[in-house]
C-alpha cells in the first residue's frame, strides 16, 4: 500500500484518547486527514492521574489552548514539585522541584561546592539554592519570568488538574475543531488476512468504521494493541513492586499546597493532589506485602477531610509493551502499559508518545525502519525511567518493614547500579540519553536519599572555602528574598484563575 494516511481512528475517550485527538488534529490541519474518535458509553475512564510535569504547560499552549480557561474548567491549582515524606528515613523528607539548583561557578556545576563544603564540616542544604523549593516551603507561587534578570529565578510548574474534566475539556475542544465522535463500544477488531493490518472497527450499533492507522487509547486492556494484534506486556514488577492502588477523593481542608505530597508507607506509598475543589488521595502497594483492605483502611485512616466518593481499587499491569508499534496500530496512554505514578510520568508519557507518532508519521507503505525507531526511542524512554524510579525504593534506608526490606535487598537494572556508584565517588552526575529527568532531579534524589559522595570534585580542590560561603550566601539571599515577596499559592489563584464552579 502506498499513499498518504487519510483517516485516522483512535479508541478510547480518556486522557490518552482525547489529548491524541486533539494532537493529531492540528498536525492535520493543512492536510487530508480526518480523526475519529470511538468511546464506550458504558467502559469508564480510570478518573486518576491529576499529578502533571511540565511540559503539560507546553502541550497545551502548543495547541492554543488558553491557560486560565483550561485551568477554571479543570480546577486546577499549580505543582512546583513533589514533596517526598518518610522515604529515606521515617520523619525526614525532601522535596523535589521542577528546578536547577544554583548556579554554575567557573564552569563546574553548584552542587560540587556543596559537597566541597558538606565534606569539609559546614552543613549545607541543596534546597535553599532553589527558588522553586523556597516558594513550596512557604506555601507560595508566582509564574516563572520568561526572561528572568537572575537565573536563580528559573523554574518550572505544572498543574494538578482534573483528570475527567481535563478529559473533557479536550474532547469539546477537539471537537468543535472537527473530530468525529462516536459514543460506541468496539466490539470486533477486523484484520486484513493477508498483512495482519487492521482494516476496520465493528461498533455495538452495528456501525463498521474503516480507517488506515488505529491508534488504541483504550486504557489497560490494550484492546487493539494486545487484543487484536498480540503485543504483550513485559512485565517490570522485579524492578517496581507496587501492583495495586486503591484512590478516593475528599473536601480540601485548608489552601491547596503548590506541590503534590508522596508519603511513604508500610508497603508503598501514598498521593495527596490538590485541586481547587477538593483533594486526591491513594495509596498504591505491593499486593505482595499488604491485601486490599488493609491499604483501603490505612489510607481511609490517613486522609484529610470528608470522603466524596467510594474508594476505587486498581490492579495494575506494571509493564510496557514490547512495541508500542504493531503495522498500522501505535498504543498510547495505558494502552501502552503503566509505570508506577510516584513522579506523575502517565500524562507526559503520552505526549512523549504522541511526539514520537507525528514524528515519524507514516504513510499507507508503514515503513518498518520507522517503526523500530519508534519503538527503540520508547524503549530507551522508559529504561531511563525505571531506573529514576527504581532509586526511590532502592536507596531508602527503611527496615521497618517487610516491604522495605524487600526494596533495600531488591536486584536493580545496571544502569542505575552505575548510576548510584559513579555519584558515590565524586558526586558525578551520569547521564545517558533520552533521559526524562534532567541532572538536577537526579541530585534531588541523591540529596533526599543522602548519599554522600567519598570524596569531592578535584577541580575545585584549590577554591577557598571562604569564597565559595560569600558565593552561596548571595545565592540563599537572593533566592529567599523573591520568594517572601511572592503571593500565596492560593491568592495567585484567587486573582488569576479561580474556578467558577466548586462542588
Ligand atoms: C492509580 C493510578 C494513578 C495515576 N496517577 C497519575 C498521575 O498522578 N499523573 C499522571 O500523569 N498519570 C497518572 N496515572 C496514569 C493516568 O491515569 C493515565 O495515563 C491517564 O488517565 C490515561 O488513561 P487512558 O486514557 O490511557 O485510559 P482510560 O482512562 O482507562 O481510558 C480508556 C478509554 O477507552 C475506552 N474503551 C475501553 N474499551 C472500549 C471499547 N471496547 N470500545 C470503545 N471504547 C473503549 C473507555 O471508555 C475509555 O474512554 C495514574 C494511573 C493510575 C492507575
Known amino acids: 500500500m502506498s499513499g498518504a494516511i487519510e483517516k485516522v481512528v483512535i479508541v478510547g475517550g480518556g486522557t490518552t484518547g482525547w489529548m491524541a485527538a486533539a494532537s493529531l488534529l492540528k498536525y492535520a490541519t493543512d492536510k487530508n486527514i480526518t480523526v475519529t474518535l470511538v468511546e464506550s458509553p458504558t467502559i469508564s475512564t480510570v478518573g486518576v492521574g491529576e499529578a ?14 488558553d491557560e486560565v480557561e483550561l485551568i477554571k474548567a479543570t480546577q486546577a491549582t499549580f505543582k512546583l514539585g513533589i514533596e517526598f515524606e518518610d522515604w529515606y528515613k521515617k520523619g525526614e523528607r525532601f522535596f523535589h ?40 516551603k512557604q506555601g507560595k507561587f508566582a509564574q516563572p519570568n520568561p526572561n528572568p534578570s ?11 488538574l482534573d483528570a475527567v474534566l481535563y478529559a473533557k475539556f479536550l474532547c469539546d475542544f477537539s471537537v468543535k475543531k472537527g473530530v468525529e465522535h462516536i459514543l460506541a463500544n468496539v466490539t470486533e477488531v477486523n484484520l486484513n488476512n493477508d498483512s495482519g493490518f487492521i482494516e476496520s472497527l465493528t461498533l455495538d450499533d452495528g456501525r463498521q468504521i474503516n480507517g488506515d ?21 513485559d512485565d517490570l514488577s522485579q524492578w517496581l513492586p507496587c501492583d495495586s492502588a486503591v484512590a478516593v477523593q475528599t473536601t480540601l481542608v485548608g489552601n491547596p499546597n503548590p506541590y503534590t505530597r508522596a508519603i511513604a508507607k508500610d508497603s508503598g506509598w501514598q498521593w495527596q493532589i490538590p485541586l481547587q475543589h477538593r483533594m486526591g488521595n491513594g495509596y498504591i502497594y505491593s499486593s505482595k506485602f499488604t491485601d486490599d483492605n488493609a491499604a483501603q483502611e490505612s489510607l481511609l485512616a490517613s486522609i484529610d477531610g470528608k470522603t466524596i466518593n467510594e474508594v476505587r481499587k486498581f490492579s495494575l499491569p506494571v509493564g510496557r509493551r514490547k512495541v508500542t508499534w504493531h503495522k498500522n496500530c501505535f498504543a498510547l496512554g495505558l494502552a501502552a502499559g503503566f509505570l508506577e505514578p510516584l513522579e506523575s510520568l502517565g500524562i507526559s508519557l503520552i505526549q512523549t508518545g504522541i511526539a514520537k507518532l507525528l514524528t515519524f508519521f507514516p504513510d499507507k507503505s508503514f515503513n518498518s525502519a520507522d517503526i523500530a525507531e519508534v519503538n527503540r526511542l520508547q524503549n530507551c524512554e522508559l529504561d531511563r525511567i525505571v531506573d529514576f524510579l527504581v532509586l526511590h525504593y532502592k536507596l531508602s534506608a527503611r527496615d521497618d518493614t517487610e516491604f522495605w526490606r524487600y526494596c533495600q535487598n531488591m536486584a536493580i537494572p545496571d544502569s ?3 548510576k548510584v556508584e559513579v555519584f558515590k565517588s565524586q558526586g558525578h552526575v551520569v547521564m545517558h540519553d533520552h533521559e526524562s529527568f534532567e541532572r538536577a532531579s537526579w541530585l534531588s534524589m541523591y540529596h533526599g536519599f543522602n548519599v554522600v559522595p567519598q570524596r569531592y570534585d578535584v577541580r575545585i580542590q584549590n577554591v577557598d572555602v571562604s569564597v565559595i560561603e560569600a558565593k552561596l550566601a548571595q545565592m540563599r539571599n537572593s533566592m529567599a528574598g523573591a520568594a ?9 489563584i484567587s486573582k488569576h484563575c479561580r474556578s467558577r464552579c466548586e462542588l
Do not use: W
Open 213 to 233: 492507522l488505529f491508534i488504541d487509547c483504550s486504557g489497560f486492556k490494550g484492546l487493539l494493541i494486545e487484543g487484536a494484534m498480540g503485543i504483550e506486556l
Open 150 to 160: 537572575n537565573p536563580l529565578a528559573e523554574y518550572s510548574y505544572a498543574y494538578h
Open 52 to 65: 502533571t510535569i511540565p511540559n503539560i504547560v507546553d502541550f497545551n499552549r502548543n495547541l492554543g489552548i
Open 484 to 492: 517572601q515577596q511572592a503571593m500565596s499559592h492560593q491568592d495567585f
Open 416 to 418: 542505575l547500579a552505575h
Open 97 to 136: 522541584p521542577f528546578a536547577d539548583y544554583g548556579l554554575k561557578v567557573d564552569n563546574v556545576e553548584f552542587h560540587h561546592y556543596l559537597n566541597k563544603l558538606n565534606q569539609q564540616g559546614t552543613k549545607v542544604d541543596l534546597e535553599d539554592y532553589s527558588f522553586a523549593c523556597a516558594l513550596a
